[in-house]
Each structure stands twice: as C-alpha cells, then as structure tokens.
C-alpha cells in the first residue's frame, strides 16, 4: 500500500511537512470542541495511527447504527478508485461538506490525504457553498444540500451526490447546471461508492456504471452483487433489485424488502416515489398496509400538519398505474431522521400504528 499522507496535501490551505505536524493540527481541531471539526481531527488521528483498520459508524436508515472495521488497504483502494475515475490528481482543490462522523466525509478526508488535495472545510449545513467566496474543483453532497445550493453549484467543477436517491424534480433542476454532477451508489459495507451514473450534461444516463476493478452479478431474487476484491475479500450481497446491463453496470429499481406485492402486481416504491416527487413538495415516502382482498395495499405518507384525502391527489396520482396508486393518505407533522438525513421509515410507521 502507498503512503497514508501525500507530501502535497494541504488542509484550509496549509501545508504539513510531516504526519506529526498534521496530527498536531488534527488535536488542535478536536481541542475546538466544534461537531465537525471534532470529527475531522479524530478520524485524521485514527488514519495515521499505527492500527491496519479504521472503524466506522453505518447510518441507521434500513436499521440499528452499527460499528464495523475496515482495513485500511481497502479504504485507500476505493480512494484510489474514485481519484482515478473521476481525474482528480495532485492539487485538486476539493470542498469536505459532509460529516466525518459517517464514512461519506471520512472518505473525502482519505481521498484528499492519499492524493495531494488541497482540502477545504465547510460546515455540514443544507447550503455548504453559500458563504464561500471561491471555486473546488470537486466536492461530494447529499440530495437535500444540493437542492438548496442550486444557485451556488457554479462554484463547483465536479459534484457527486450520495446518501440517497436523487428526486426527479432535482434532477431536472441540474440540467440547468454546467457543473459535471454524478449520483453514486454505495454504502458503508462498500467504502463508499463503488458506481455512478452521470445526472446532467451529453453523459446523463439512467445506468450506474462501476469504478475500477468493481464487477457485478445478480442473485436468485435479482438483488445486486458485488465483486470487489480490492475493497472487500467477500461478495457484497446487497438488498437492491437491479436491472443488469452488464458485469460493469446496472439500473437500479428498488429495496426487496420495500416491494409491495398487492394483488399479485409487484409495485417498487421507490420507483413510484420518483414519478410523485415532481409533485409533491413535503417530504413523504410510499409504503403498504394489509387489505384482505388485495394482500397489501399502497398508502402514501406525508409529512405535514394538515389532515390530508385521497382526494387532494387526484391529478398527482393519475401518472401511476392502477395497483401503484396508493389507496389512503397518512400524515404526521414531522418525520424521524437519521443523522445523515434519512427517514427513518419503520419508527414513522410504528408512531402511526402501521404495520
């Protein structure tokens, strides 16, 4: 493995002549007792140490928070995989966003010190590039900062977004931008993202497409596969339906375990999620209820105050088929949310009583 810190890395603009010196500046971080920059010294301190892993937090949105390892070989592979695809070589001035706390900041610190970034920190707020007077040639973001930093993406020549799907109407909102932005599927087990798939520009495609050294395969019931022998030693079997197009890449569909079986028609919410987010404003998400004739039937959750009909959607639910319209409206005046910004979808239902 090469060098954990590239002589060339530079962090707010400043230069460390040695792993000592930026371990100094890491404790001078943590000393500042400020959230972000906390876990920025920590985990800078955690890479250079002598241990051959790093521990990581995953994000809680398909189930309890949980700690695992990862070998530090493999972490500086999938660096390496990202710097390669996407060209960012030595002096990239990058823009870190993202909290350290999860494994989406952790990996722009990684990237940024095994490359020769020059790396600047923001705060992890919803509008990141607001208040900051100069251009990156990269950064990372989740769906919700890009949507409210639309008219400040300019500033950015690269932007990949993770940590979620991407809507429809925001995606529609980037083909107004020069920027090159990307989507990326991953997730902790994965170090990070492990495909892409361009959102704007003579590129934009509907297919994720592999990094380096990744390959794909799909198992009995359709969900992803993934072979990544440089960041992890086994398969990862993943809980995402795919369509496969080939060994390097695939479109994505849904969560097996979201799919909605009513009537013997098998409906993806996450797909019928896609086609409602053109219209409706409030965060919401599609899921299901038993219903004696048709097994399951779909529900539609909303997060607002106002007691909401079937009715006041007629005309947003007329783009769906028959079995995808949802058959009852459910509202609750504010979601529960990972610290990364997911819904956390069970404790939702479970505080309506809906199983």
């Known amino acids: 493995m090469k060098s954990l810190l590239h002589p060339k890395f530079k962090l707010n603009g400043e230069a460390f002549p040695s792993a000592e010196a930026l371990k100094e500046c890491a404790n001078h971080f943590i000393e ?18 002598n241990n051959d892993f790093i521990t990581v937090k995953t994000s809680g949105s398909t189930g309890i928070p949980k700690n695992i390892t990862l070998q530090k070989e493999h972490v500086f592979n999938s660096a390496e995989a990202t710097v390669s695809y996407f060209d960012l070589k030595e002096g990239t001035k990058a823009l870190l966003c993202l909290s350290s706390n999860y494994i989406a900041g952790k990996m722009m610190l990684v990237r940024a010190m095994t490359a020769g970034w020059d790396l600047h920190i923001a705060a992890t707020e919803k509008n990141p590039l607001e208040n900051i007077n100069s251009d990156f040639d990269f950064t990372a973001m989740v769906p919700y900062q890009v949507f409210h930093s639309l008219a400040d993406l300019y500033k950015v020549k690269k932007l990949i977004i993770g940590g979620g799907a991407v809507p429809w109407k925001l995606e529609e909102e980037l083909q107004k931008c020069e920027t090159d932005i990307f989507a990326t599927y991953g997730m902790t087990e994965t170090i990070s993202h492990i495909a892409v798939r361009p959102l704007n520009g003579k590129e934009k495609s509907t297919v994720f497409s592999a990094l380096p050294k990744v390959n794909f395969s799909q198992s009995k019931n359709g969900c992803l596969q993934i072979h990544a022998p440089e960041i992890s030693e086994e398969t990862v079997a993943t809980n995402d339906v795919v369509e496969l197009i080939s060994p390097i890449s695939f479109k994505f569909l849904g969560r097996i375990d979201n799919v909605i079986n009513t009537g013997g028609v098998k409906v993806h919410p996450e797909a019928v999620e896609e086609r409602l987010s053109l219209h409706i404003k409030q965060p919401f998400f599609i899921t299901s209820e038993k219903d004696g004739a048709l097994g399951e039937r779909v529900i539609l959750i909303i997060e607002s105050e106002k007691q909401l009909k079937l009715e ?39 505080k309506l009583s809906i199983k």
């Open 32 to 49: 500042k007792a400020k959230d972000d920059e906390v876990a920025i010294g920590k985990f800078i301190l955690e890479w250079l140490d």
């Open 312 to 350: 006041d959607y007629t005309k947003v639910f007329g783009t769906l088929s028959a079995y995808e319209k949802p058959k009852k409206v459910y509202n609750r005046p504010q979601f529960i949310y990972t610290e990364t910004g997911k819904i956390k979808r069970a404790e939702v239902l479970k």
